[in-house]
């Protein structure tokens, strides 16, 4: 009973945002999100993790760079991110996730789908972090023994950092947000945005 549950959620969540995103100016949602907008065309082309997805509220499309529809769960997170965008800029003063409205509760959920997995893949050798870094063009993150940060949307940047560990402490990560992500996503967005920055790590990883 559990997925038809959880599929009419994603559906509800899609229509929801859809609507909300159509009844706003384009050009104002394009100014604000940082995302470019073809009039002609009627799509918006929104940067994520460095690649072009494009969003047709015409025709209710969110199509990946290989003109692939995405999968529901990320297909929200970049309608929530074009159909919410506020007037904010990254501000520059990093919150961890558990700073976020309810982050304390989901935490250790949030520590199983993107920090733990950082540090299983990149803890034995940290050094490669700053490798794959300037492999998906990353910047530098100044923090921590090793640190990226990585332009997830145009205006939300995630750092992450690892520190190496020594013999009586092992390798450890963690993920940081700009805090104007709580003025942008809601907390169950930003965790999604956690498992979509490991993932594409471990991706890089693999080739590297």
């Known amino acids: 009973m559990s997925k038809p549950k959880k599929k009419v959620t994603y559906e509800a969540a899609m229509n929801k945002a859809w609507e909300d995103l159509i009844a706003r100016d384009p050009i104002e949602v394009s100014e604000k999100s940082g995302a470019k907008y073809d009039s002609k065309k009627t799509v918006f082309i929104l940067l994520f993790l460095g690649e072009e997805y494009h969003i047709t509220p015409s025709k209710r499309t969110v199509k990946n760079p290989e003109d692939q529809d995405v999968y529901p769960f990320m297909a929200v997170l970049l309608l929530h991110y074009l159909a919410y965008s506020k007037d904010v800029k990254p501000e520059g003063k990093l919150i961890s996730f558990r700073?976020?409205?309810?982050?304390?509760?989901y935490y250790s959920a949030f520590c199983a789908r993107a920090v733990n997995r950082i540090t299983d893949a990149f803890g034995p050798n940290p050094r490669t972090l700053r490798y794959v870094g300037e492999r998906i063009r990353a910047k530098e993150g100044g923090h921590g023994d090793f640190s990226i940060i990585l332009?997830?949307?145009?205006?939300?940047?995630?750092?992450?950092?690892?520190?190496?560990g020594d013999d009586e402490v092992p390798p450890y990560s963690n993920m940081l947000f700009d805090v104007s992500i709580k003025e942008i996503l809601p907390t169950e967005d930003v965790a999604v945005i956690g498992g979509f920055v490991a993932s594409a790590l471990i991706k890089a990883l693999k080739t590297y």
């Open 151 to 164: 332009d997830v949307f145009p205006k939300i940047p995630v750092t992450v950092i690892l520190w190496e």
């Open 99 to 105: 700073e976020l409205e309810g982050g304390e509760v």
